[in-house]
């Protein structure tokens, strides 16, 4: 695996570390635009420290120029963790070096922060 697991109460520390490092860390959500309409992390991004980026996967391979560079902190997002599990892969195939998959997805990032929607 070219990736590592990111459990969602560990993506605040995750972000905390790579800023201490001198890195902009980037939450790459990968799921279609009415979902995250329904269940999104934009409140916290700013105060978790991490920049969001949205690059449904139906629409991934248009918007790889508009991805931060190969060698920046990534953590990919879905609802559950299997297409952003395939978005990393498909990055570190292309030269991304630090890969991250948030576990769960925002599913299981919802089970921690109840101002989240399920759906």
Same mark, same amino acid.
């Given at each position: 695996?070219?990736?590592?697991?990111?459990?969602?109460? =560990? %993506?605040?520390?995750?972000?905390?570390?790579?800023?201490?490092?001198?890195?902009?860390?980037? %939450?790459?959500? %990968?799921?279609?635009?009415?979902?995250?309409?329904?269940?999104?992390?934009?409140?916290? #991004? /700013?105060?978790? $420290?991490?920049?969001?980026?949205?690059?449904?996967?139906? /629409?991934? %391979?248009?918007?790889?120029?508009?991805?931060? /560079?190969?060698?920046?902190? =990534?953590?990919? =997002?879905? &609802? &559950?963790?299997?297409?952003?599990? &395939?978005?990393?892969?498909?990055?570190?195939?292309? $030269?991304?070096?630090?890969?991250?998959?948030? #576990? $769960? $997805?925002?599913?299981?990032?919802?089970?921690?922060?109840? #101002?989240?929607?399920?759906?």
């Amino acid at each position: 695996m070219r990736f590592q697991p990111l459990p969602p109460a =560990l %993506v605040a520390d995750w972000a905390e570390r790579m800023r201490a490092a001198g890195k902009q860390p980037v %939450v790459l959500d %990968v799921r279609e635009e009415w979902e995250q309409q329904l269940a999104h992390v934009q409140q916290q #991004s /700013a105060s978790q $420290g991490f920049q969001l980026l949205s690059a449904p996967l139906s /629409a991934f %391979v248009d918007m790889l120029d508009d991805l931060p /560079a190969p060698d920046q902190p =990534l953590a990919c =997002l879905c &609802h &559950h963790g299997v297409r952003s599990q &395939h978005a990393a892969y498909f990055l570190s195939q292309r $030269g991304f070096t630090d890969l991250y998959d948030i #576990s $769960g $997805g925002i599913d299981a990032w919802a089970g921690i922060d109840r #101002s989240i929607a399920r759906y």
